[in-house]
């Protein structure tokens, strides 16, 4: 008989004692009439507080909430006083059908660049705005870079980038008063070695 063999029948017959004591020992522990020990009491001062409750319920009214006059009412008679804010305001508002429209040109912008080159972005420019505000932020969205054009599309200069780092670029369509007219878009650039 090999010496390997030999060994390996020893821990085997080992092994299975092991595991019958182990058993044993288990079932012996699981149909004991051991009784489990008390645990210790503590008694603690208990003190009852009444609370008296007043015989009469006040009930305070809600508020009247009225609805909401539709976008389209216009006061009738007498001259109304508008401030400019809600002027403001109301040329501030682009149509959906505009901003709808303003949308990144993917067919032309990247999202990943060689290193050391500059990058352009484009979208699609709505004609009804004063400028396009242009912001270069990096993965903490800290800004890097915050510019103002025309048109539709932007070119970053090399020197804004670092390799190994991710950036997110946005634009924003303003007014003649650099108020806001749309949701932002943008994307995110990576630059490449």
């Known amino acids: 008989m090999n010496a390997n063999y030999a060994r390996f029948l020893r821990f085997r017959a080992w ?26 009491t503590v008694a603690l001062p208990v003190t009852l507080t ?13 508020p009247q909430i009225r609805a909401t006059l539709p976008p389209t009412w216009t006061p009738v008679g007498g001259a109304t006083a508008t ?17 709808n ?11 990943n660049f060689r290193i050391g080159e500059p990058v352009t972005v484009y979208w699609t420019p709505i004609e009804t705005t004063a400028r396009f505000r242009v912001r270069l932020f990096d993965a903490e969205l800290n800004d890097l870079f915050v510019d103002y ?17 991710r950036y997110g670029w946005e634009v924003i369509p ?17 630059p490449s070695p």
């Open 83 to 99: 401030s400019v804010s809600a002027l403001q305001i109301q040329m501030v508002r682009a149509t959906p059908v505009v901003c």
């Open 149 to 165: 054009t025309q048109g539709g599309q932007y070119t970053f200069n090399a020197s804004l980038f670092e390799l190994g780092k």
């Open 15 to 40: 092994m299975t004692l092991l595991l019958f004591w182990i058993l044993v020992l288990l079932m012996t522990a699981c149909n004991g009439a051991a009784t489990p020990a008390p645990l210790p």
């Open 50 to 62: 009444a609370t008296v409750l007043p015989d009469t319920v006040q009930v305070t009214p809600l």
């Open 174 to 190: 303003e007014n003649a008063a650099s108020q806001q007219m749309c949701f932002a878009i943008g994307g995110e650039l990576t």
């Open 101 to 111: 429209a303003f949308v990144i040109d993917r067919s032309r912008s990247v999202e």
